[in-house]
């Protein structure tokens, strides 16, 4: 193990399943500090390649380090820091919360077991901690799965879909619970498919389709590759856009209820202000908009086989 | 969830320069075994093996205590002297429950013990904590060995309990004939019962085994009950004579030898390797199958 090892490194991920090639030649690279969401349509091969992260399934090829630790080869000294769990957490049905996790922590070792009331506390189910799992509730058993997770102190959290189930207040308490630790320092592996929690928590994605990854890089790099989008109100909304479709660099400009848009460069913009100052038309509002996520996961993923609309990210191996 | 602001830091402070990992000491095989047992402790399925083990004895003794034994032609010889010690009912027991019930007691666990974990899911949960595949391996095999243990020596404590309330803590017969006195047959008992356990254990094995490479507790049970029956059948078919003494079933009367006069060792040490034949190469190839698996369930 050395510290200055990405929290997770894969290169070249593949898992066959026959006929079925369920992850193809996926790269990953988590750094330290990365809220790193981890997208994709159902069947894409996340939750494949997170159980091959945690050593749970055997790559067909290449290879996954967590903090240079490989986890197939080095079993469970390679998941030391390192928690999480894929698809819904599962616990002893016959036990209580409270003995489910005590036995975790035993499997632990260390203070794992003195930090029980603690880790039940922060997921609030203190109250519930002497009743058995198999009476909770989805939810319930999802916050037990964290308390699971924290148990270990981990420095890399891996989480699949750890909002799905929950209420929105929970959902609200999970997120706020993600940002908390990753204030702390923890490096956060998310797969989730609540895009606006991914945009909201995380500074890095990668998305994968039909086993690969179609884009790996900084968040804020991809919405801007997605194309800058600007929302104007003007004095005049007719006139302004028959100002923008004559404009050269204004591409797609549209009118609606609540004012104009159009996609362009930064400098066309500029032009585009004094065009419209010439036709003696006021500006009320320019505003940038960023595509969303949700736009950009639709268009890199919803291209039935062809390449993806988008150009991946740059720097991007994907 | 609490709020950020009121609770403590989730980890612990790192400090500067320090690594960011402190190497905790690791759980022991024998601490993941302890909780193998606790999780057989919580389980109402467990008890239905033990529950069979100590009530068909019971049974038994009901029935013989009912039933007028004046007259009958006994065919056993121990079956013959019941109503004279109440140590007869044990060996009466072990000769009746070894051949089928106890080893559908042992498979009952050992054919679910890892294959209940992977269709629930929680063979995730555990393998992705501080313990090995081959530690988690080793805690289930001896747990599933134990309850084998633990329902042998149950029922026999019930037959001789019971043996001896009805009909007395007096000297036996063996099956040569001559007579030991109330301790010693006691210590034969259980001797008896000892030896029992090898091919037992053996059966235990491949219902580990089973339950690892299936991933399916009913077809595991059923498997290593099929496996048992086939040896039986095997055992009663002409012309192959010459592989029965290497068969697993025809260990299950190993401890006869224990209760001849003189004590006839021989049967004891030919089941102590026929059985380990069977039991070793079960073992290592369930172990080497759980340690490369994919754990892909629930």
Redesign the interface.
Known sequence: ?T?EAPPVKARGLVKRYKEVLAVDRIDLNVRAGDVYGFLGPNGAGKTTTL?MA?????PTEGTVEL?GRDPIRM???A?????????????????SAR?NLE??A??????ARERIP?VL????LTPRAGHRVGGFSHGMRQ?LG?A?A?L????LLILDEPATGLDPAGMR??R??I???A????TVLLSSHQLPEVQELCDRVAIVDRGRVVYEGALADLRRQGGAGYRLRSTDDARALAVLRAQPGIEHASGGEHGLSFQAQEPDVGALSLALARADIGILALTPELATLEDLFFRLTETNGAEPEMPVGAGVPA | MSSAAATPPLTPPVAAGAPSFVHTRRPSTLTAYRWELRKLVSQKRTYLGLGLAAILPLIFVLAQTLRNHRGHDQGNIFAAHITQSGLATPVLMLLFLSVFMLPLIAALVAGDIVAAEDGNGTLKTILTRSVDRGQVFAAKTLAAMTYATIAVFLSAAVATIAGVASWGFNSVVTFSGSIVTAPEGLLLVFAANACYLIPLLAVTAIGVLLSTTTRNSAASVVGTIGFVILLFIISGIPGLEGVKPYLLTEQFENWHGLLRTPTDWAPIGHSAWVCALYALPALFAGYLVFLRRDVAGG
């Not at chain 1, 998941?79 to 036990?95: D, I, N, Q, S």
């Not at chain 1, 506390?121 to 609030?124: C, N, S």
């Not at chain 1, 204030?183 to 923890?186: M, S, T, Y």
Request: charged share 35%; net charge negative; proline share 5%.
């Open positions: 193990m510290d159980r945690l050593g749970l399934i055997v903090f079993g469970a000294r998941l030391e820091g390192v928690a999480g769990f894929v698809e819904a957490p599962r616990f002893y049905p016959y036990l003995k036995l975790l035993a499997l632990d070792g260390g203070g603690e506390e922060i997921v609030e916050r964290i699971a924290l270990r102190r981990p420095r308490d999970m706020e619970l940002r908390r630790l204030d702390e320092g923890i």
